[in-house]
């Protein structure tokens, strides 16, 4: 079974950034779409951001608004997403996820395989 274990998560202040990280087991890393979904208690699963098989980028303009980098490093079979300037508003569960190939979909259905999610939490 493929694996993805995120790590990074952790207690900010309102203002301050954040870099979680995902290593997978899946090989080759460089076959997958990455991608980075969030869910605060009470909300469906949200989109937050993707980076493709030849680097290309989709960021959900209403979830990220220009904050979030997401980037990956097929050495090291890991995805990043950097989080700047965050608000209380970005505080939930932060999930890693995968699929096969060159991925544009931002649908949680269509995604092949998840992480076990890293708690993000923002205070004012």
């Known amino acids: 079974q493929v694996q993805l274990v995120e790590s990074g998560g952790g207690l900010v202040q309102a203002g301050g950034s954040l870099r979680l990280a995902c290593a997978t087991s899946a090989q080759p890393f460089s076959a997958y779409t990455m991608g980075w979904f969030r869910q605060a208690p009470g909300k469906e699963r949200e989109f937050v951001a993707s980076i493709r098989r030849d680097g290309g980028t989709t960021y959900n303009p209403d979830s990220v608004k220009g904050r979030f980098t997401i980037s990956r490093d097929n050495g090291k079979n890991t995805v990043y997403l950097l989080m700047d300037s965050l608000k ?13 190939g060159s991925v544009y979909s931002m649908a949680v259905d269509l995604w092949d395989y998840w992480g076990q999610g890293t708690q993000v939490t923002v205070s004012s």
């Not at 209380?88 to 096969?100: L, N």
């Open 88 to 100: 209380s508003e970005d505080t939930a569960v932060y999930y890693c996820a995968s699929a096969i």
